[in-house]
C-alpha cells in the first residue's frame, strides 16, 4: 500500500516538528511527510530531528499560511508531485497574552491570519481533491483554550474557538464524501509557542510588560496570576496546575487519529483536558467553568 501523503504546518519546533518526525520514523512507512515552515531559516532542528528520514520519508518545504500565493504554489506542486493530500494537519500557531482591552489590533490579525484565516485557506485548497477522490482527512490542532477561556488569552482562545467551530461545521457534509475531520485538543504542552510570544510581539508573561494604562485591580489579578514567587515565571504552571504534556505525546495521539478506521472529532489529550471537556458539555449554563476559574485566582478586590 502506497503511503499517505501528510501535509503538516509549523514543522519548525514543538508538536509540528515531533509529529513530522514521528510519522517519518514510522517502522512500516506508512507515511510520506511533507513538514512545512514559514521561515526555512528555521529548519536546522527539524533536519537533525528527521536523521536518516531527511528526504526519504521526510521533505521539508517552505510554506507561509498567511499568504494566499504560498497556498496556493505549495499545493500546486504537490499535487504534481504526489498527485494527492491524504492528510492535512493544521498546527501552525501564534500564542497571545493581554489585557483585552489595550490589545492592538494588529496583534489580532496577527493571531487570526495564522490561528483561523491561515487554517481555513489551507483547508479549502486540499478539499476540492479530496472530494473527488472519495478520502483524507483534516487534523486541526487545537487547545485548552479552543474549549476554555482563561483570563488574559481572550485572543488567543478565540481563535481557538473559531478553530472549533469551523472543524465541527465542515465535519458533517465531508463526511458524506468519506473525509474525515478531527480536532486535537491539547493543553498545556511544553512547546516554544509561548517564548515565541515575544518574536511575535503577541504579549508576555512579564508583569512590567503590561500597558501603563491598566487599571490597578487587573494589574493586581495579573501579578497575582503569572509573577508571584510560587510559579517563578513558568507558563505552564501558571496556565495550569497538571502536569504539562511533551510535543512527543500529542504526536503519539496525531498518528492514532491518522490511523484509525473511525476517527472522532475531538481529541482531548490527557486526562485534564477531558475534565475540562466534560465540565463544559455538562453545564449549557456556562456557570461552572466561569465559578471554577474564578475561585482559582490568588488576589481580591
Not at 21 to 37: C, G, I, P, Q, S
Not at 177 to 193: A, L, N, Y
Request: net charge negative; with cysteine; aromatic share 8%.
Amino acid at each position: 500500500m502506497a503511503p499517505k501523503i501528510v501535509v503538516i504546518t509549523g514543522c519548525s519546533s514543538g508538536i509540528g516538528l515531533e509529529t513530522a518526525v514521528h510519522l517519518a520514523k514510522d517502522k512500516e512507512n506508512r507515511f510520506k511527510v511533507y513538514a512545512t515552515m514559514r521561515n526555512l531559516t528555521k529548519k536546522d532542528q527539524l533536519e537533525t530531528a528527521a536523521g536518516s528520514t531527511l528526504y526519504k520519508t521526510l521533505f521539508i518545504r517552505e510554506l507561509d499560511v498567511t499568504k494566499e500565493n504560498s497556498i496556493v504554489e505549495f499545493i500546486d506542486k504537490i499535487n504534481q508531485e504526489e498527485g494527492r493530500v491524504d492528510v492535512l494537519v493544521n498546527n501552525a500557531g501564534i500564542a497571545h497574552l493581554g489585557v483585552v482591552e489595550t490589545v492592538p489590533m494588529d496583534q489580532i490579525r496577527a493571531v487570526y491570519e495564522t490561528n483561523v484565516f491561515g487554517l481555513i485557506r489551507l483547508t479549502q485548497a486540499v478539499i476540492p481533491g479530496m472530494k473527488s477522490r472519495r478520502s483524507g482527512h483534516i487534523i486541526n490542532v487545537s487547545s485548552a483554550a479552543g474549549l476554555v477561556g482563561m483570563p488574559f488569552n481572550a485572543i488567543y482562545a478565540s481563535s481557538k474557538f473559531a478553530v472549533e467551530g469551523f472543524s465541527e461545521s465542515i465535519a458533517p457534509l465531508l463526511k458524506k464524501f468519506s473525509i474525515s475531520v478531527s480536532v486535537i485538543e491539547p493543553g498545556p504542552v511544553r512547546t516554544s509557542i509561548v517564548d515565541n510570544m515575544a518574536l511575535n510581539k503577541t504579549g508576555s508573561f512579564r508583569f512590567e510588560d503590561l500597558d501603563p494604562g491598566v487599571d490597578e485591580l487587573t494589574k493586581q489579578y495579573f501579578k497575582s496570576k503569572f509573577t508571584n514567587a510560587e510559579f517563578k515565571n513558568d507558563w505552564s504552571q501558571c496556565i495550569s496546575a497538571e502536569k504539562t504534556q511533551a510535543g512527543t505525546e500529542i504526536a503519539n495521539i496525531i498518528q492514532d487519529v491518522i490511523i484509525s478506521e473511525e476517527p472522532h472529532l475531538h481529541y482531548p489529550t490527557s486526562d485534564a483536558m477531558r475534565g475540562l471537556a466534560a465540565m463544559k458539555y455538562t453545564d449549557p449554563s456556562g456557570d461552572s467553568i466561569v465559578q471554577n476559574i474564578a475561585e482559582q485566582q490568588q488576589w481580591k478586590e
